[in-house]
């Protein structure tokens, strides 16, 4: 099956050829570059092709529903061509109304190439669950304002207020992108104001700033007794504030011993920028403990049924919770909030904390031409803040 990236990086040769997606689409490449839908049937025992248009004036969802017109058309007995050549002897133009499920999969397509695999994953989950079971099958333009508000509402009902928020996000996204392809005119979400939804009570996560509590957690996690990979990555957890999914998930070409740095790539990251923490010497000889335990895994942390798989963040909390310290006292989510208040009442500079724990800056124009990357002082104070620990403990 083709995707819009094949589609798109298909290169003219000396001769024509066609590559095959599903169900008898084809798409023809020719020697001058024009690359033309193709649809392979069998009528009356004859094999014959159908053209059904150039991409990409025709993309591949288009050519996928023409293709399924013609299939429907061959099911009751009725030749495509002939159909085909009636309707422009009759003047005939049989206009589509492209539906929310069709404009939300080319939505989700153009973008996919963007996004990291599990955000890309958790959103279509989401938009499953809670607008395609609703919207699949109802033309994009005949959306109004009143049917949204009654999918959210169902969100609502259940409690869910941030999945409100996000799904509301989702379904903007998409009408928007339908009405700068021309197919609906307005996004009738924009006509919801806010007031007509409850209000999502701030989440802070939970963490502790209390010297004494912090080296009690401290010790408890000194001694944990679980998996391998859960009890190294719990254990560094605090000493690089990274999010619990990229230190979960991080690679060992991302550890560079020689620079005493960690880089992470920009697609792994929620800010979606190269994020760099400096090693300081505890969180290398933690990082060299696990690297003399040599199991041929990409991943520093690999899981315990396969070294093809990471461990998952909820194994970290899990961890924590294990270890007697409740979801009320800390998440691994908060040790970053435990570094940036302290670090902060310690005197670093603020701009130095922010961009350790890789934050946008507040000030859009300012994040956008503040290129400082403070790195002297950031592992600087990467070290002082392990050193910090370590007398906690």
């Given amino acids: 099956m083709l995707n819009n990236t094949q589609v798109k990086n298909l290169k003219p040769e000396p001769k024509l050829y066609r590559v095959t997606d599903t169900n008898g689409l084809v798409i023809e490449v020719k020697p001058s ?6 649809y392979r049937y069998r009528f009356d025992g004859k094999a014959t092709m159908l053209a059904l248009g150039n991409y990409p004036k025709v993309t591949l969802l288009e050519a996928r529903r023409l293709r ?21 002897a009759q003047g005939v133009e049989v206009v589509h109304k492209p539906t929310f499920g069709e404009m939300y999969t080319e939505w989700y397509e153009h973008n996919y190439d963007s996004w990291t695999y ?4 958790d959103l279509n989950e989401r938009c499953e669950n809670h607008l395609l079971i609703h919207l699949k099958d109802v033309p994009i333009d005949d959306i109004a304002a009143m049917d949204m508000l009654a999918v959210f509402k169902k969100i609502e009902a259940r409690g869910t207020l941030n999945m409100l ?8 996204r998409v009408f928007r992108y339908s009405v700068g392809v ?4 307005i996004d009738p979400t924009r006509d919801l104001p806010s007031d007509v939804f409850k209000k999502e009570k701030p989440k802070s996560y939970a963490t502790t700033i209390v010297p004494e509590e912090i080296g009690r957690i401290l010790r408890k996690i000194s001694v944990y007794g679980g998996h391998y990979s859960v009890v190294m990555a719990l254990k560094i957890a605090p ?7 990229e230190l979960a998930g991080l690679r060992w070409r991302e550890v560079d011993f020689a620079s005493d740095m960690i880089t992470i790539a920009a697609s792994k990251m929620k800010m979606k920028r190269e994020h760099l923490v400096p090693m300081s010497k505890q969180v290398k000889a933690l990082l060299l403990e696990v690297k003399g335990l040599d199991v041929g895994s990409e991943y520093v942390f690999p899981g315990a049924r396969s070294v093809h798989n990471h461990i998952t963040a909820e194994s970290l909390r899990g961890a924590l919770r294990r270890l007697g310290i409740s979801k009320d006292e800390l998440t691994t989510h908060g040790f970053r909030h435990m570094a940036s208040t302290l670090l902060h009442e310690q005197g670093w500079l603020s701009d130095a904390i922010e961009r350790q724990l890789s934050h946008v800056e507040d000030n859009k124009v300012k994040g956008a031409y503040n290129k400082a990357l403070h790195l002297d002082v950031r592992k600087e104070m990467m070290q002082a803040w392990a050193d910090y620990l370590d007398s906690l403990v």
């Avoid at 599990?118 to 994953?121: G, I, P, Q, V």
């Avoid at 021309?182 to 005119?185: D, E, I």
């Fill in 33 to 38: 570059g024009v690359k033309a839908w193709r």
């Fill in 239 to 245: 000493y690089v504030f990274l999010r619990p999914h």
């Fill in 165 to 172: 928020k996000k799904v509301r996000g989702y379904a903007s």
């Fill in 68 to 88: 399924d017109e013609v299939r429907l058309l061959l099911d009751q007995g009725i030749n495509p061509k002939e159909a085909k050549a009636a309707s422009v």
């Fill in 182 to 185: 021309g197919k609906c005119a």
């Fill in 118 to 121: 599990e955000y890309a994953k």
